[in-house]
């Protein structure tokens, strides 16, 4: 990590300050080495204020265990038939994930209570089929898991539910995030997984989808055996429950927990409506960011510099590129009364987000605002970026007619030997 990458984890720190997480770890994520290191990232987060409760899985432990005592279980993960024998295996395997959570929870000092918060019913007979041990949540005590929040305890909540008559019954630990996101109104959930995240980047076409996206994705797949397949689910089912994000990382990447809530990009997927990425025009609160993002690159002498009574004066031309609300890059676009020709200036995309596209799309939204001021041509002064303006469709010339007299002046003779690049808009 690079101390410059501090400033981009802190704009995130007044954001998630007094806000829930519920943190969904499957049983193969406890059962790797990455597991300790996850508990510290956790410790961190609480100490920045966030309200975190853990939902914890199991598949993979019933699963060793079933292997180890020689019994074939029906259904590992909750949602098939539970017999007798795998409600045994799989209550002595939840016992001990428990328990070793615990156990290392307090190792770091960090108080947490397991809660019986869940009641459930069998699920009964369905298609002729008895599941047996298997449950249906049927309330959830948010109020035990909030209380425990509010006195700082750590809630750590089982793949298991409660009834009265029926005793413990298996529940699916995907299903028990969700519900709990929901009945507490977490700001997040986020599920952490041991596979490769790659083959469904690929299938999503990118890292950020909608809950309509992701329910589409879930009626598209034929093969019902992919783990994917739970977590988009109730990614979706938990946006419908007023969830604002969800989130899937994978422990294949270092850290990834701390990498996916504390910068922009990200490393895994995030399943959410809310707008991510918008433009703003720039108000006069933000003029302490534009000179302090503009003055690396005045300094290497890609801008020209402006002072901030300059800037202020042009703030309304100023469009603002805002990821998960900061400031990733601006562009402005002048257009003098007296000339229909439009400037496109002060262009700069973070040293951080470059690379991404992110160049092209301010630029796209300055031609869109150029043209909606009624400019015909567009123009650049540029001495660093002549490259990424003709990319763009701009080309050098020696001069404009319609170019403003003042700024003609000031090109000609601030010594910069900046390159005249012009496009005409259609
Ligand atoms: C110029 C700038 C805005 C581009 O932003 P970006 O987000 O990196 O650009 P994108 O990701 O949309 O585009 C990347 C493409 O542009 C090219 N490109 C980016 N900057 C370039 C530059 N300075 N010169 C030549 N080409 C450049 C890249 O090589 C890449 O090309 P490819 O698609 O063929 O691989 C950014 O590099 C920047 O802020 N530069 C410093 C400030 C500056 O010079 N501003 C111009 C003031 S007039």
């Known amino acids: 990590m690079k101390f ?87 209550l002595d395997a939840i016992t001990r994930v428990s328990s070793d959570i615990m156990q290392k929870l307090s190792a770091l000092k960090i108080r947490a209570a397991s809660a019986n918060a869940i009641h459930a019913h069998p699920a009964g007979i ?7 041990h298997t449950g249906e949540m049927e309330k959830i005590d948010g109020e035990s898991i909030i209380g425990f929040l509010d006195q700082d305890i750590l809630p750590v909540i089982s793949p298991v539910g409660y009834h009265s008559a029926a005793g413990t019954l298996r529940l699916n630990s995907d299903a028990v995030a969700m519900e709990t996101a929901s009945i507490i109104d977490a700001d997040k959930m986020i599920f952490m997984v041991r596979e490769s995240l790659d083959p469904l980047f690929e299938k999503l076409g990118g890292r950020q989808i909608t809950s309509a996206g992701a329910e589409t994705f879930v009626s598209s797949q034929t093969d019902q055996a992919d783990w994917s397949i739970s977590k988009m689910e109730h990614a979706f089912e938990a946006a419908k429950h007023g969830i604002p994000r969800t989130h899937l990382i994978s422990i294949e990447h270092e850290d990834a927990l701390l990498a996916e809530l504390f910068s922009n990009a990200g490393v895994g997927v995030m399943i959410s ?154």
């Open 4 to 90: 410059g990458d501090l400033r981009g984890i802190l704009q995130y720190v007044p954001q998630f300050r007094g806000r829930t997480f519920v943190i969904a770890l499957d049983g193969a994520v406890l059962a790797s080495s990455a597991f300790s290191d996850i508990l510290l990232d956790l410790a961190v987060l609480r100490s920045l204020n966030i309200r975190v409760v853990l939902v914890h899985g199991a598949e993979f432990q019933i699963q060793r265990l079933a292997e180890k005592r020689g019994v074939i279980l029906t259904s590992c993960n909750g949602i098939g038939v539970t017999d007798e024998t795998t409600m045994e295996v799989s």
């Open 273 to 426: 409506d809310e707008s991510y990425q918008r433009f703003r025009e720039a108000t006069p609160g933000d003029i302490d960011e534009l000179m302090f993002i503009l003055r690396r690159a005045v300094d290497s002498d890609k801008i020209l510099r402006r002072s901030r009574e300059e800037l202020l004066a042009m703030l309304s031309d100023f469009i603002l590129l805002e990821i998960d609300g900061n400031v990733v890059g601006c562009v402005a676009v002048h257009r003098g009364n007296d000339s229909s020709a439009a400037e496109i200036a002060c262009m700069y995309v973070k040293n951080s987000h470059i690379g991404q596209g992110y160049g092209h799309l301010l630029l796209e939204e300055a031609v869109r605002k150029a043209a909606a001021l009624g400019a015909t041509q567009m123009f650049a002064i540029s001495t660093q970026a002549i490259g990424f303006f003709e990319l763009c469709g701009f080309s050098r010339k020696e001069a404009l007619a319609e170019m403003p007299e003042a700024r003609r002046e000031k090109w000609e003779t601030n010594g910069r030997n900046a390159v005249l690049l012009v496009k005409a808009l259609d």
């Open 126 to 132: 369905r298609k002729g089929v008895d599941f047996g």
